[in-house]
């Protein structure tokens, strides 16, 4: 079992930045892939970014360039540093785990999510 815990989020600026952060309770944090995801009003909800319990990455078209994802396995944590927001990345994001050998775009490959932080994005 494993609890995510998203903070970070708010309101800024177009150009602006934030780094949201991830928690995760559980001794077997580094077993699994985490993801980030987001979902703005009347939207799916679509990959951002992953990356797996060995530190490979993957990207979204719409983070590359801007966004990165780093864990922090003896803290349990892992962040995601967005940069030069867009008012298109208006959403709430949510911190995702499983149990997958590389970061899977598939919401469904996701066995846990947290509950979730919205970040606003003004123009």
């Known amino acids: 079992q494993v609890q995510l815990v998203e903070s970070g989020g708010g309101l800024v600026q177009a150009g602006g930045s934030l780094r949201l952060s991830c928690a995760a309770s559980?001794?077997?944090?580094?077993?699994?892939?985490m993801g980030w995801f987001r979902q703005a009003p009347g939207k799916v909800r679509e990959f951002i970014v992953g990356?797996?319990?060995?530190?490979?990455?993957r990207y979204a078209d719409s983070a590359k360039g801007r966004f990165t994802i780093s864990r922090d396995n003896a803290k349990n944590m892992v962040h995601l540093q967005m940069n030069s927001l867009k008012p298109e990345d208006t959403a709430v994001y949510y911190c995702a785990a499983g149990r997958t050998i590389v970061a899977d775009t598939n919401p469904a490959a996701y066995n846990y999510w947290g509950q979730g932080t919205q970040v606003t994005v003004s123009s």
């Open positions: 559980g001794r077997t944090f580094s077993m699994y892939t």
């Open positions: 990356i797996s319990w060995s530190g490979s990455t």
